[in-house]
């Protein structure tokens, strides 16, 4: 298996409270080439799992193994997209891409990476802008082309859309389709939406509100690119599978907000 949590759990300590549990228990193998989202209400700790296979945090227990090693830090096996693009505003479009890959490639090598995968983002044109003069959903685009530049077989995406309009997210959900078509790349998305969970992925982990744990692990048979009257009733399924999660995150919330 190309991807593996082996019981993994996650705690963080308070000061002066109880340790929080963000995630309980974490069982999952994923194979190499598939692209899977990780839905759960606000707080399950689906950032916090992404954050792990990252190597940017470390479980309380468990392990999570990449290729048979276990995985203790960041490193060129995977590159990661976070909500917010992390542009270096000093620097132009393909200077951004370009940068990760200054100690691995030479001038020629990172010149030839950056236009290709400018090209793949349908940002060409833009190479010699510099950050604020584009648009969020452009922004996004140039740090997924930096992402897709690092030629990491894993890629992470951690709500990659969340702050993005309705008519921008739905273009980069088609680019990124397209983008896993054409590379194969295995990618864990973190998503909360439902509708982009199973427009994008071969598989939807749906994970329980805090401590997060995984209450369906389910294949998304539909032909790519998906259409929306396919994908109808199986949101409802999965609506109606986090209805209770979404419940309980919302009584505690009010609890919380009853006891101060």
Same mark, same amino acid.
């Given at each position: ?98 940068? &990760?890959?200054?100690? !691995?490639?030479?001038? +020629?090598? /990172?010149?030839?990476? %950056? @236009? ?6 349908? #940002? ?6 510099? &950050?604020?003069?584009? !648009?969020?959903?452009? +922004?996004? /685009?140039?740090?997924? %082309? @930096? ?6 077989? #894993? ?19 088609e680019e990124v389709d397209k983008i896993w ?80």
């Amino acid at each position: 298996m190309y991807l593996d949590i082996d019981n993994v759990s996650k705690s963080f300590q308070r000061h002066g409270e109880q340790p929080l549990t963000a995630l309980e228990n974490i069982n999952l193998s994923i194979e190499e080439g598939e692209f899977v989202s990780l839905l759960g209400p606000s707080g399950c700790g689906k950032s916090t799992l992404l954050s792990m296979i990252a190597g940017l945090s470390h479980p309380s227990s468990g392990t999570a193994k990449l290729a048979n090693q276990e995985i203790t830090e960041p490193g060129p096996d995977k590159s990661m997209v976070f909500q917010e693009p992390a542009l270096f505003p000093w620097m132009s479009v393909k200077e951004n891409v370009t940068f &990760p890959l200054r100690k !691995s490639m030479n001038k +020629q090598d /990172r010149e030839n990476a %950056a @236009r290709l995968y400018l090209k793949m983002v349908h #940002l060409s044109q833009f190479a010699g802008n510099y &950050p604020h003069e584009l !648009s969020g959903g452009m +922004q996004q /685009r140039v740090a997924i %082309a @930096r992402a897709l530049a690092m030629d990491s077989k #894993l890629l992470l995406m951690d709500e990659p859309f969340g702050a993005l309009d309705e008519q921008t997210r739905h273009v980069l959900q088609e680019e990124v389709d397209k983008i896993w078509l054409d590379t194969r790349k295995t990618i864990v998305f973190v998503t909360h939406s439902i509708r982009e969970a199973i427009k994008l992925s071969d598989r939807v982990i749906i994970m329980s509100a805090r401590p997060g744990t995984i209450i369906s692990d389910f294949n998304v048979d539909l032909n790519r690119p998906r259409q929306q009257k396919d994908m109808a009733l199986l949101e409802e399924e999965v609506m109606a599978m986090l209805k209770t999660e979404i419940d309980n995150v919302m009584k505690e919330e009010l609890q919380h907000a009853g006891n101060h």
